[in-house]
C-alpha cells in the first residue's frame, strides 16, 4: 500500500514515539492498561504500532530521527508501563495531513469502542472547525450515519458539569437526550439533571419527565396563579414533581415517583401530616376541658329559680 515504508514492520526505541497531538481520546482506565501491560509482558505487542518518521536538525548533533505516533496510544502506555525499551511499528509517510492523523485517531479509537461520548464529540467538532468537514462527510469517514454525527456534536452544547458528568459515567449517552430537549429552559435541565444524577433515573424515566416539562408552558396558562401557587407548595413539600391538572369539571392531581421508595417517602409525608393533625387536635381538647367543667361546676352551684308549680299555693298569690 502506497505510504507504508514497504509495508515493513520496523523496531523503534519507545522513547522516540511521541504521542499523537491529534489523539482524540483523553481518559484511560488505569486497571485496563495495568491489564494490558500485564499481557504485554507475556506475548508481547501483538499489533505493531502506526507512526509518521520526522527527522529533525538538532544544531551540533547533526540530523536526529523521531516517530510520531497516528494510532495505538494504549498500547504505547502499556508498553511503558511493561518497561519495552522497543515496539513494532508500521511507519508512514510523513506527508500525512493532521486531518489524516485525526481521523485515524478516531477511526482507530471509535473500531475499539475506547472512546467516550465527549471525547467523540470534542473529536467530531475539530474535524467541523479545524479542517471544515461537513457532518455528512464526517459520518462517511469513520463509518457512521450522518443523523448519528450531528447528534455526537450536540452534547456540546450541555453545560459543563453536566459534560464531566457524561464523561466520568455518572450519566450515561442516553441521559442527554432529555437533558437537550430543555436546552432552552436552563433551571428545568438544572432541576432534570439533578434528578437524574440523585434517583439514578433511568433513560426512559428522564424522557418522559423532559416532555412533561417541554410542554408545561402551555399547560400553565390554564392554571389560576393559586393553583400555580399550591402547585409549586405540593412539589416543595413532597420534594418531587406534583402538576396540577384541571379541567372543565374540578381536575386531578399527578404525583411524579420514579422507585419504591419515592412512594414510601411520600406515604411516610402524608402519615406524619395526619398524625401532626391529631396531636393538634388532642392537645386542642386537653385545653378546652378545664374551661368546660369550670363552666360546668358553675352552673351547678348557682341558685336555681323557683318552679311556677312551686309558687303556686304560696301566700302571695291570695288575695282577701
Known amino acids: 500500500m502506497s505510504g507504508y515504508y514497504s509495508d515493513s514492520i520496523f523496531w ?26 500485564e499481557s504485554i509482558r507475556q506475548y508481547g505487542v501483538l499489533q505493531p504500532l502506526t507512526v509518521t518518521r520526522k527527522e529533525i536538525e538538532r544544531p551540533g548533533e547533526g540530523i536526529f530521527v523521531e516517530y510520531e505516533l497516528i494510532a495505538g496510544e494504549r498500547r504505547l502506555r502499556a508498553s511503558k508501563l511493561a518497561g519495552l525499551t522497543q515496539l513494532p511499528v508500521v511507519i508512514r509517510t510523513s506527508e500525512y495531513s493532521d486531518r489524516m492523523k485525526l481521523e485515524l485517531a478516531i ?14 464529540a470534542v473529536a467530531f467538532n475539530r474535524l467541523v472547525t479545524e479542517f471544515g468537514l461537513k457532518h ?3 459520518g462517511k469517514r469513520v463509518g457512521k450515519s450522518r443523523e448519528y454525527v450531528s447528534n455526537t456534536l450536540r452534547i ?3 453545560p459543563k458539569d453536566m459534560q464531566d458528568a457524561l ?10 437526550r432529555p437533558l437537550l430537549m430543555l436546552v432552552d429552559r436552563v433551571e428545568m435541565q438544572k432541576t432534570l439533571f439533578q434528578e437524574i444524577m440523585t434517583r439514578k433515573l433511568t433513560v426512559r424515566d428522564a424522557e418522559q419527565v423532559a416532555r412533561r416539562i417541554a410542554t408545561e408552558r402551555t399547560r400553565k396558562a390554564d392554571l389560576t396563579p393559586e393553583l400555580m401557587l399550591l402547585e409549586r407548595e405540593l412539589t416543595e413539600k413532597l420534594g418531587t414533581r406534583v402538576r396540577i391538572e384541571k379541567k372543565d369539571q ?4 399527578l404525583i411524579d415517583f420514579f422507585s419504591v421508595d419515592d412512594l414510601v417517602h411520600i406515604r411516610e409525608i402524608f402519615t406524619r401530616q395526619q398524625v401532626k393533625e391529631i396531636i393538634a387536635e388532642e392537645k386542642a381538647a386537653q385545653t378546652e ?3 368546660i367543667i ?16 312551686d309558687d303556686l299555693y304560696s301566700i302571695k298569690n291570695f288575695t282577701v
Do not use: W, Y
Open 250 to 253: 374540578g381536575g386531578k392531581v
Open 294 to 309: 369550670a363552666e360546668v361546676e358553675q352552673v351547678a352551684v348557682a341558685p336555681q329559680p323557683e318552679r311556677e308549680e
Open 289 to 291: 376541658a378545664p374551661a
Open 156 to 158: 456540546l452544547a450541555l
Open 136 to 138: 455528512v462527510d464526517i
Open 167 to 176: 464523561g466520568a459515567g455518572d450519566i450515561t449517552e442516553g441521559h442527554t
Open 107 to 120: 477511526i482507530e479509537n471509535l473500531q475499539r469502542e475506547d472512546l467516550n461520548a465527549i471525547d467523540r
Open 12 to 37: 523503534v526505541e519507545v522513547d522516540r514515539i511521541k504521542p499523537n497531538p491529534f489523539q482524540p481520546r483523553k481518559a484511560f482506565d488505569e486497571a485496563a492498561l495495568a491489564s494490558l501491560a
